[in-house]
């Protein structure tokens, strides 16, 4: 079965049998779900876990999660998972660039961090920055791919110039205290959360704008699923996607209902959970339309040419169908 021409023909007719998006049409399909608990995967995942937005679709689902930043991506290359809510992006960029079995459906977390360094810091600027230790996440990370293309575009900072820490938000911020390192790169959520207060020196968005121009945003999680998925099951992406869309306009429209499941599952103070549900419409996104695709091949672009990702952008591997369907049968 040609999966692109079922998501073309759904597009077309807007028929909610033809994706199985009511109940009676559901097949319930098994789905294997990962994400990273922690950072900004963890609001998104646990809300999703908890408000039954796949199983409300016919899905009997699985949740896995991950320690690891790109521990989803290894698990879905090894079979574990079948799609992953937010995959980090440079190594979505990276696996399907190789040819690995996996293609993106979705952008579904914008890279919303800023350079942070202490309040009492002689440090001004990014620029300042050249020989200092810089915290960001572990390398193969949409996160330290971004930082490491800002730092060189826009301040001809190379790798030599300073020295990366990887670690994440809590333990760099930590080590900031400490002063073990100058500055780090850490999610709005981490600073929110953190008892500390850093002084910001630029943010991912303002400086990923001198990059890429426009309204491109930086796009800091993906959608991704496992190819055997969509062969076996071609008309549960659209679903799949529809899923994602529920939890993204109800988590914007029940903030409280957001930290409810913050407190529950991750086991983080009622102030905190309020901190991260308030950002919740700033660093989620579900979209993966044409302009959503060159995003993502200008972040291929820019990583490529700081050398943190290698080969040739893989167009076919981003996949447009199964949004397009389900916006048409919405």
Known sequence: MNIDRLFAAAKGLGLCALLGLSATAATAEPLRIGYWSSGMSLGFGTYLQQG??????GFEVEYVTFPDVNAPTKAMAGGSIDFAIAASAGSALSVTADGLPMSVILATQVADLKYVVPMDSPIQSIADLKGKKIGSSP??????????????RNYGLTAADYEAVPGNDSRLAQFMVQGDIDAAALRTVSLELVDTEFRELGSFRSEWAKIAGGDSFPVLGAGMIADSYLEQYPDAAPRIVTAMMDALTAGSADKAGVARALVEAANISQENAEAYAALWDQIYTVVMDDSTVASFQTEFDVFKSVGKVQGDFAAHKFLTGPYEAAMASN
Do not use: D, V
């Open 52 to 57: 039954g937005f796949f199983e409300a679709l």
């Open 139 to 152: 390398a193969g990370s949409a996160t330290s791919s971004m930082s490491a293309a800002i730092l060189e």
